[in-house]
């Protein structure tokens, strides 16, 4: 069974910056693909950025320049660092990891429990 593990959510100015982690434990294949997904209130779930297992990323226009998704192989551990924070990053934000990036991006891995990210203005 895996299990997604969360931290470093919280309140912040605009402007600032937060670092999200995120520990797994379980199936090795199953953190082939880790990424970070949002839900704003009244929003759809967006994927905000992945990063394989080789370490190749991709984001979302709207972070891009922003936001820095890395990992730990060696911990199973994913970061997502955001920094210049505006007051829309304002979501929950889901770890996932899946053994392929389409098992990400449709929303077919492994969930964290989530963790509240907020931007005041």
């Known amino acids: 069974q895996v299990q997604l593990a969360e931290s470093g959510g919280g309140l912040v100015q605009a402007g600032g910056s937060l670092r999200l982690s995120c520990a797994a434990s379980?199936?090795?294949?199953?953190?082939?693909?880790m990424g970070w997904f949002r839900q704003a209130p009244g929003k759809q779930r967006e994927l905000v950025a992945a990063?394989?297992?080789?370490?190749?990323?991709n984001y979302v226009d709207s972070v891009k320049e922003r936001f820095t998704i890395s990992r730990d192989n060696a911990k199973n551990t994913v970061y997502l660092q955001m920094n210049s924070l505006k007051p829309e990053d304002t979501a929950v934000y889901y770890c996932?990891?899946?053994?392929?990036?389409?098992?990400?991006?449709?929303?077919?891995?492994?969930w964290g429990q989530g963790t509240q990210v907020t931007v005041s203005s």
């Open positions: 996932s990891s899946a053994s392929t990036s389409l098992e990400l991006r449709y929303r077919r891995g492994y």
């Open positions: 379980g199936s090795i294949v199953s953190f082939n693909v």
């Open positions: 990063i394989t297992s080789g370490g190749i990323a």
